[in-house]
């Protein structure tokens, strides 16, 4: 689908692209001012593997305040990315033959992740019905003698969904029955929230030694290309990821670090402006998209995305074309409405499609009626 947007925009035609998951906004400027002064202050060494003291102290700090997460210094690994922070957690703790549970929808990277550490990786299936959000009954049918792993993700990438604590603690009810499972907590979108009191799996009493939270500065803080992600685990795991780091990228970019720094002990409220913006964005979305017949939507509480169901659309001919699932419906949005979207295939869900709107409220209205010029 990227390509053939990619290949259209070649060709001249102007390709509004809703499949992009990063933050429109810039880097808020106190933090590159952090980045300014580390390059003047001459930060151009190797740095430690597991991350700059410093920036590790600041990250304790921050997981107390926002989560209320007790970590220490030790128990943190800096990564390039969040990304890399969930790579290295499951190359530790994933086994060939071993299973990872994965409540879909999920994101892209998890099930290929899992593959590279040869193990194999089980859907649990969600519907737009129950907000995209599994049951413990569903959890519990799910798990094998060979379950090492379950990635949560909230909010959820692709579909905004946050998990609330009452939710969580009757997870982990099920999970307490199984000792040898470790949960990944992957809470990147945590601070683009629309009103959801926030709750972190680990702060479940006896979880805590059992879950890696992963977190990063990419989303927040409109920081995706300074590559910084971080875990919070238990030290034995830490230890173990910063010797797989070690091997493959060594420490992340010291400026970065250097700016991190400024960013996690900067109070949620100084990128509030964004999340404002956010939420006005997607309630412009759901309003417009409400008004197109056969589209079915949640109210997504967090992230920057919409992730309609259009499964009402299979099976009909639009546009000439035959409508047999969610990659065709991609695609025709792509190639009659010029809009780009990403197929709900990719994330385990495919009667959906995910929509971005970080993007200029122009360019929404916009693509909004195309679609619906496409579609009515």
């Known amino acids: 689908m990227a390509a053939k947007a990619r290949e259209l ?39 430690p593997v597991d991350g700059y003291a410093e920036l590790k102290e600041a990250i304790c700090t921050k ?16 990564s390039t990315g969040a990304k890399q922070s969930i790579a290295n957690v499951a190359q530790v703790l994933l086994n060939p033959g071993d299973e990872v549970i994965l409540p879909a929808p999920y994101w892209v990277s998890y099930s290929a992740i899992a593959t590279l550490c040869e193990a194999k990786f ?16 569903q959890l519990e049918a799910a798990i094998t003698p060979k379950t090492k792993m379950i ?83 238990p030290e034995w795991i830490a230890k173990a990821c910063t010797k797989m780091q070690g091997q493959i990228t060594s420490g992340t970019n010291c400026i970065a670090q250097r700016a991190a720094i400024t960013a996690v002990l900067a109070a949620p409220q100084k990128v509030q402006y964004m999340v404002e913006e956010f939420h006005r964005r997607r309630d412009i979305v759901l309003d417009l998209l409400g008004e197109i017949e056969g589209i079915r939507l949640n109210v997504p509480a967090g992230a920057f995305y919409i992730f309609p169901d259009v499964s009402n659309f299979f099976g009909k001919t639009i546009a000439g074309r035959i409508i047999a699932n969610a990659n065709d419906f991609s695609m025709l949005l792509l190639e009659e409405a010029n809009v780009a979207t990403v197929t709900g295939e990719a994330f385990g869900a495919p009667d959906c499609i995910r929509l971005s709107y970080a993007t200029s409220e122009s360019q929404l209205r916009e693509a909004m009626h195309r679609i619906k010029q496409v579609l009515l």
């Open 9 to 47: 925009k070649s060709e001249g035609k102007d390709i509004i692209s809703l499949s992009l998951g990063e933050p429109d906004f810039n880097t808020p400027d106190f933090i590159k001012e952090a980045a300014v002064n580390a390059i003047n202050e001459d930060y151009n060494s190797y740095t």
């Open 122 to 137: 089980v859907e649990i299936p969600s519907s737009i019905e129950n907000d995209f959000k599994i049951t413990p009954e």
């Open 151 to 233: 990635f949560f993700n909230s909010p959820n990438n692709p579909s905004g969904t946050i998990y609330t604590e009452e939710e969580y603690r009757a997870l982990a009810k099920v999970l307490e029955k199984h000792p040898q499972i470790y949960v990944l907590s992957d809470e990147i979108y945590e601070h683009i929230n629309y009103g959801s009191k926030l709750f972190s799996f680990a702060a479940i009493e006896n979880m805590y030694e059992r879950t890696i939270t992963v977190n990063g500065l990419a989303k927040a803080f409109a920081m995706t290309g300074w590559r910084i992600g971080f875990i919070g685990a």
């Open 63 to 78: 997981f107390k305040r926002d989560n209320n997460l007790t970590y220490k210094p030790s128990q943190v690994v800096v």
